[in-house]
């Protein structure tokens, strides 16, 4: 397959930028912030997502969506990386339709799908228990009781998780810390008993929360998937996320490199514009080779998830671990090159640094993927 | 015993003495820091105790003469003063400008009466000084500045812009370059002159940072009149000024990589990553840098105490304090990354009081600052190639 | 079963059969490639009957047109023959400057008669070319060449003196750039020519380079009598020949972080300093490097893929091949660095039968060139800078 | 301590630096290396260089040297390093004479000494054993037999091994690979019998060998210090070698760096001199910073080593690591710089790159040492 968009990609993805551009600049993630919103993104935009076909993009057409792939997801997370806008995309049209459609039982695939394509319903992945992501080390216990399973644990850093109707909780069922056996995921009601959310106010000023369980009890046709063996469901939906949150970087990367070099042709000192002097121009180039390398590598992975998903554990790595080095090198550069208006509020490149930072933690950091990389490659 | 030794062992002694317990913790906020001023105010008993002590025996600024309120202290001495009070982790009393920019100024290049005047009050922590230098259009290129001095009899009259003046709106006095001759070439029209905030016509906006902090403003002027004894050194000469002083700025922010920074940074991801059964972090990436930043962290230590060592022997390049300011900004903003991969998730927190209210990550934003303000990284890097390796048209 | 399914299942088959397994071993030595030309020589005789039965198939250049020689494949039939020979190892049957160089020029901007005449003689290996554009006084800034071609009759009359031909002293015929208009502005006045190296005049010198081999030699004009019929393009406009050609150098430049380059460093490491309990190098800092090389390597080859799929889109920049050309190079320069270090000790020795002639230390010095050669990676930088991101004054 | 040279220090330093340029510029090891010399310096300067003092800079006065520190032993190894010059001064000035000082008997110190200082007696110390710099993981093995021990084992990468008088060999008596109890150091002679040693031909074309022990017969006496109980004797000895190969690399990286400084001022393309082009102004100018930095940590490390001889580990690592990173990047930047000219045997650079390359590895890479760095510190 050709490592380019089709045809109907690049569609997609003008038709995604058309919207977003339009009703979701940088400047609608800073009045959502400065309002202090509680919800903190909006509700009818995602109503014209949905409607547009966006938030079931990954649902199976037979439940209301449009059966598409990874490639069309990281295109649409591509277009978000731009403006940074916030919205339940990630969490609910990536991975919980991914999880539902991936492990899902006909019910539960019938109750939650067609409502996440036609945006009535929100949901949230709760993964991470540490402050680094460690997925083998989840510790959230499941113990059966009955019918089901009582829940004792606590997550952190779940992504729109004080907006969720439904979330989808990783728990150990069996193994110890560090095993991938014994992993399974539930799906949870958070209105249930025993459920406390704390929403996180976070740099990017994005959503994240904070969720206690305190033996919180779930039926057996809550379990998502097989118990115990939740292992690969899980890691292929995290691969799905981290493939669509280096799209995002990719695009955040481009957003910031655009501007900045449109300061370079602006800004002048020293009666030349700063783009003049050869010590920024290179920089400048690097940083758009560096780009156009990571952009490749995103792709190829997106493809390869699309194409061979039980095999592109590597690609991933590769992509998540060079979006966020990209992206972490083009906000620096982005943030030096503005000079002091870069250090202000006033200016929206400092959205896109903070916003950077939090996309390079999401599902593993540069450092967790170069591990797991080498750890795949037995060195 | 020699007479240092003698003077250590008394130095101690009377820190131990006089330094309360509560300013020997390091510093959490903003509040612990004592920067003095008309409209000063201290945060708690024991810090105010501390800085009337210190005040009272010179040692706001232990090597400024004790004519102006100084310690009157040799270089070595003030060197002990330095290391004992680090070694029990006490505070400054007082920070200010006026110690670490205008002081050095006024002493090299004020006159008698302006010394006099001037010096006093800030050892005291009477007046409170912010520096005026940068414009919208002159950053990098500050001498590009417009801010325009118009001669009136006596009087110099003052209009114009000023940005990035750190805390100008808590300030009483300024220190500010602007131009009292606008046909001159660009370097050789500046003055440097001194003026009260409360002038009529000086008004000053914050400036919200990406930190979300405002620790600077931006500064107005409109026909503000001020006496034209007020400048310090020649009229015209202000860039010798400027240069001097930005000479001290760098040297002060290249030790920001070296300033009282709490624990090492590898006990503190171990603390987040963990560590293996080899006593490894568990983030053997993470590892990786870290030791690579402790290693140029150290480094970095041994060229400060050098520069001090060569500037001593007469023996360094006077251009060097930009290789530091450049080398030591750069390394602080990299300390500041490793922290917040070593932080994970919980860094990311912005408001909670779980996380001091974001202190990590606001810090980590703050410090993206260090390389832009005092002369940015690029500019450093030309002032080296030029005046320290004559490159050609540097 | 498609057309492409069926081509590939034949290739497939005709390798098999048509390689011998002696070729299909990684290279270890310099005589391991054969290039062809009028003295060439066949280190084995497996060389000689791999070359000659894919010369017989057209496929020493497969996707050039029959009529020369070639195998007038289209590019997914040609890519399809790439990944079948690399899928056995099967190594390169001929090596050469005509095939990778000047073949595509011609078959852009020669005549007729030209690729008539040189062609066939290149797909054959009966002619081996060099090339004849850097002078000591023109490296990265190629377009001051000095080399002069003046008029006389149906002739040019070259004299002036190149450097960096590569294996001049074994080459039969040379490309060459040469200034025919001296009073034009630097791009204007040069030509693009071909001539046998017997001619009159002709002479080299072998540079010795610091990998102790000398690939390259400087080469003297004085007074070569070539026919004007031998100019490819237009008199004059010679430098749209030298870009074109220098893109398809820089592509192929690009390409050695990704050629076929043995063990994965990973294993390579592993070897040398061995794994801990988890099966993680011992040397963990070594690990971080080489996982951070692997990643950006196999971006890399991701780009390059795309770079093909953009091309064939026509969605691709001109002057992307320099970006490519800067990313590859100095990655393959950072692959032996980490060789270097991996190989440790062992990789110091130079001239031992243990260390194979000391091939990996050799190996590493000559990558220091990739950086230099075919344009700079300073100068690929400023043609991104000025032709991609459109810098003013770049 | 002030960090900078006392005056007795710089005279020093302007005495080996004008014997050195006068002796031995580059074109000294052009020479050898095209003459393919057997041994590998020039026996008469050798015997220059001990008149002035410098064989037995290292030696206590009363066995005829001058009882100087690491600090001088730094200057003399910095102006080597600025030319390259091959000389058995590290391994038998350096590290044999501060063996033989800090661990031997007054028999042993009587034997050795006087004729290190005098330049009459040439020596080398054999540790490594695979290809990297692990002296744990030393397994030479020494085993009791009569009055002494027998040899048995190879060691590689011995400086000067095959032009040595005298071998100080690190052998295991007891413990196993990777502890540190159970080294012991002896003092073997080149032509005893089972002593086979091979000159390794190397990039720098400096001396090394590889040796081969076969129960090589060693009497008591020839322990140098206590048997089991070398490690720490042999670590002291280690961080000596490491802070004057770090010395070393300190001229070298200057030397490269000023030739590299004259290119650019000397050099036009594009009608300019190639030093006014602001990239490679600033790369210049950050290579210098570098250097700068690196030279003051070694120097920190000679001190620590001269004044608080326990505690310099860290130190050391410190200055080792940073001064090969700092020649690496000094020779690249500088060979990048000089453009085709620097990939010429023509140009002395190749040869500073080469010995760079050796430096880096002898006792230790910066991998090596930011590992151990890290290991002091207990992350």
């Known amino acids: ?379 | 015993m020699s007479d240092l030794e003698n003077f250590r062992r008394e130095t101690r002694a009377w820190l131990e003495a006089n330094c309360p317990p509560e300013m020997r913790r390091p510093m959490t906020s903003e509040g612990d820091t004592f920067w003095g001023g008309r409209n000063a105010k201290f945060s708690s008993e024991p810090q105010r105790v501390w800085f009337e002590r210190m005040r009272d025996k010179g040692w706001t600024v232990p090597h400024w003469p004790k004519e102006y309120g100084g310690g009157g202290l040799d270089g070595e001495q003030a060197k002990i003063v330095r290391q004992e009070m680090a070694a029990i982790g006490a505070r400054q009393p007082l920070v200010s400008f006026g110690i670490s920019m205008l002081g050095p100024a006024l002493l090299q290049y004020g006159t008698d009466a302006q010394k006099k005047e001037h010096l006093p009050k800030i050892t005291a922590g009477l007046i409170r000084w912010c520096q005026g230098y940068s414009e919208p259009n002159a950053g990098s290129d500050l001498a590009s500045l417009q801010t325009r001095a118009e001669s009136d009899g006596d009087d110099f009259v003052i209009t114009g812009q000023k940005i990035w003046t750190s805390y100008a709106n808590y300030a009483d006095w300024i220190f500010c370059l602007v131009r009292t001759d606008a046909s001159a070439k660009k370097h050789d029209g500046i003055s440097f002159i001194l003026f009260d905030m409360t002038s009529k016509g000086v008004s000053t906006k914050p400036i919200l940072l990406i930190s979300g902090y405002s620790p600077f403003c931006e500064t107005f002027f409109d026909g503000v009149r001020v006496p034209k004894s007020h400048v310090v050194g020649t009229v015209n000469r202000g860039w010798d000024v400027a240069k001097y002083l930005l000479q001290h700025e760098r040297a002060m922010i290249s030790g920001m990589g070296e300033r009282g920074v709490g624990r090492p940074l590898g006990q503190v991801a171990a603390d987040s990553v963990g560590t293996d059964e080899q006593g490894r972090l568990e983030d053997s990436m993470l590892r990786s840098q870290i030791s690579a930043f402790e290693i140029d962290e150290a480094a970095l230590s041994a060229a400060a105490e050098r520069a001090v060592d060569l500037a001593k022997a007469g023996e360094s390049h006077p251009a060097f304090s930009s290789a530091m300011k450049y080398y030591g900004t750069e390394l602080n903003k990299r300390r500041y990354e490793i922290l917040m991969s070593a932080g994970g998730a919980d860094a990311l927190e912005w408001e909670s009081e779980r996380s001091r209210g974001g202190a990590r990550p606001r810090a980590w934003l703050r410090t993206k600052a260090n390389s832009i303000e005092g002369g940015t990284s690029e500019v450093m890097l030309g002032i080296v190639a030029k005046r320290i390796l004559d490159l050609p048209g540097a």
Chains 1, 4 share one sequence.
Not at chain 1, 88 to 117: C, M, N, W
Not at chain 1, 290 to 298: G, Q, S
């Open chain 1, 1 to 379: 397959m050709a490592l380019v968009l089709t045809e109907e990609q690049s569609m997609l993805r003008d038709s995604a930028r058309g919207l977003i551009s339009d009703k979701a600049p940088v400047s609608h993630l800073r009045q959502l912030r400065d309002a202090k919103d509680e919800t903190g993104f909006s509700r009818e935009l995602w109503k014209a997502f949905a409607e547009m076909g966006f938030a079931g993009l990954l649902v199976p057409e037979n439940f209301g969506g449009s059966g598409l792939g990874c490639v069309e997801a990281g295109v649409v997370m591509e277009e978000i990386g731009r403006t940074l806008m916030p919205s339940p995309y990630l969490a609910t049209a990536v991975l919980a339709a991914s999880a539902l459609s991936r492990g899902g039982s006909d019910a539960q695939k019938s109750a939650h799908l067609p409502k996440i394509s036609d945006g009535s319903l929100l949901a949230a992945l709760a993964i991470d228990e540490g402050t680094k992501h460690r997925p083998l080390q989840i510790q959230l216990q499941a113990v059966r009781s009955g019918n089901g399973f009582k829940l004792n644990g606590a997550k952190a850093f779940v992504v729109d998780g004080h907006t969720a109707d439904l979330l989808i909780v990783a728990a150990r069922t069996g193994g110890a810390a560090g095993e991938r056996n014994g992993l399974t995921l539930f799906l949870v009601d958070p209105k249930a008993k025993g459920v406390a959310i704390e929403r996180t106010a976070m740099v990017d000023s994005h959503n994240a929360a904070r969720i206690e369980f305190a033996n919180v009890e779930v039926n057996a046709d809550q379990v998502l998937g097989e118990v115990d063996q939740g292992g690969a469901l899980l890691e292929g939906v995290l691969n799905i996320g981290r493939g669509a949150v280096a799209s995002e970087m990719v695009g955040l990367s481009e957003e910031v490199f655009g501007r900045t070099v449109t300061y370079l042709k602006e800004r002048k000192q020293f009666g030349k514009l700063i783009g003049e002097f050869q010590a920024l121009q290179h920089r400048a180039a690097e940083l758009y080779i560096d780009i156009e390398i990571t952009r490749a590598a995103v792709l190829k992975a997106l493809q390869t998830l699309d194409g061979d998903f039980d095999h592109a554990s590597a690609a991933v790595a590769v992509a998540k671990a060079r979006a966020g080095t990209t992206a972490t090198r083009a906000v620096q550069e982005g943030v030096q090159m503005h000079g002091g208006m870069g250090m202000t509020d006033q200016f929206d490149i400092g959205f896109f640094m903070k916003r950077a930072r939090v996309c390079q933690e999401l599902f593993g950091d540069a450092n967790y993927h170069a591990d797991q990389l080498a750890r795949m490659k037995s060195y």
